[in-house]
């Protein structure tokens, strides 16, 4: 075994075992232990439960991400200070000087990636289990957790007509091609779109003017577009099951971020004005917006109660003059 096989293994057999565990539970309650669907479930199953885990991960990555958003106003004075000086000894007083806010405010540039760079081994791990189960299959051997009679139902198992274990590039059984060109095609299209989706309406609604103005958003307007690209292309080369992961652990995303724009949106944000507006609407006090400063929640708690008075307050009749006769 490599190296990179040496440091997978333990994350394939945890894949693998959180699926045999769902897989058995719903076999224990009438589903079809070959069945696709029911190895489908267990996919599924297995993005709830690492999503749920790295709920906490999620919390801090949300604070990391707002004391970014906070510091770009003394990261642009940072860099108008250091304007035009490229000499070494400026360069690096100014990453000094930017370690020391970014220490400050208790955040780093990569905190936003900190989920995702979780979630890779799993990932990986999950893609090598999938695609090795025609090769165990043959050789009559299981894949970490899954026993050598688990690795055949799998391999059998087919949702539409297309194999689990089958990718773009690599069909299924002779007739499934179509089937798996569909499918493959479906899924990939509903996986890019969700992250799109996703990245899309946090730049919309849940950035400041600041953040927006900031270098920091020109990278994220890259990735905006990028990161899809990156995996539509790679998705042709993906086991339907992992495409069946991708895509839910993506609507997973999309909707923690709607909830999280909703209820919890980024100081100085259109959606903080939005819930401000909302709650002062009810009579309900401001809620403190998570990295948000007292003065800022109370700023946007007098601004929403304005707009509130100004669109309700009724508009008085004014007397006509009339001339006497």
């Given at each position: 075994m490599d190296f990179f096989g040496t440091i997978m293994a333990p994350f394939k057999w945890l894949v693998s075992a959180i699926m045999v565990g769902f897989h058995d539970g719903l076999s224990a309650i009438g589903m079809p232990a070959a069945n696709g669907w029911t190895w489908t479930?267990?996919?599924?199953?297995?993005?709830?439960?690492?999503?749920?885990a790295l709920i906490p991960v999620f919390v801090k990555q949300i604070k990391?991400?707002?004391?970014?958003?906070?510091?770009?106003?003394?990261?642009?004075?940072?860099?108008?200070?250091?304007?035009?000086?490229?000499?070494?000894?400026?360069r690096q007083a100014m990453a000094q000087e930017q370690m020391a806010l970014y220490k400050k405010?208790?955040?780093?540039?990569?905190?936003?990636?900190?989920?995702?760079?979780?979630?890779?081994?799993?990932?990986?791990?999950?893609?090598?289990?999938?695609?090795?189960?025609?090769?165990?299959?043959?050789?009559?051997?299981g894949i970490g957790a899954m026993s050598a009679e688990q690795v055949k139902q799998f391999d059998e198992s087919t949702?539409?007509?297309?194999?689990?274990?089958?990718?773009?590039?690599?069909?299924?059984?002779?007739g499934n091609e179509a089937a798996v060109w569909i499918l493959s095609i479906v899924m990939i299209l509903a996986m890019t779109a969700s992250q799109f989706i996703t990245q899309k309406q946090i730049m919309a609604k849940n950035m400041s003017e600041e953040a927006l103005a900031s270098p920091f958003m020109r990278q994220q307007k890259m990735m905006l577009y990028?990161?899809?690209?990156?995996?539509?292309?790679?998705?042709?080369?993906?086991?339907?099951?992992?495409?069946?992961?991708?895509?839910?652990?993506?609507?997973?995303?999309?909707?923690?971020?709607?909830?999280?724009?909703?209820?919890?949106?980024?100081?100085?944000?259109?959606?903080?004005?939005?819930?401000?507006?909302r709650?002062?609407?009810?009579?309900?006090?401001?809620?403190?917006?998570?990295?948000?400063?007292?003065?800022?929640?109370?700023?946007?708690?007098?601004?929403?109660?304005?707009?509130?008075?100004a669109k309700t307050q009724r508009a008085q009749p004014q007397r006509k003059n009339r001339k006497r006769k």
């Open positions: 479930l267990s996919i599924i199953g297995l993005v709830l439960v690492i999503r749920a990391a991400q707002r004391g970014m958003q906070l510091l770009q106003p003394d990261l642009k004075k940072l860099q108008d200070k250091y304007k035009g000086k490229t000499d070494q000894l400026s405010h208790g955040t780093n540039p990569f905190s936003a990636c900190l989920p995702m760079l979780i979630q890779m081994p799993f990932f990986f791990a999950l893609f090598q289990v999938l695609s090795g189960i025609s090769t165990a299959k043959s050789a009559g051997q949702i539409f007509g297309a194999p689990l274990s089958a990718s773009l590039l690599h069909g299924g059984a002779s990028i990161l899809p690209i990156v995996f539509g292309v790679g998705g042709i080369n993906f086991p339907i099951g992992v495409l069946i992961y991708w895509t839910t652990t993506n609507l997973w995303t999309m909707g923690q971020q709607f909830f999280v724009i909703r209820r919890m949106p980024t100081p100085g944000s259109p959606a903080a004005k939005a819930l401000a507006e709650r002062a609407a009810r009579g309900l006090p401001a809620m403190p917006l998570l990295g948000a400063k007292k003065a800022e929640a109370e700023a946007a708690e007098a601004s929403a109660a304005t707009a509130v008075e």
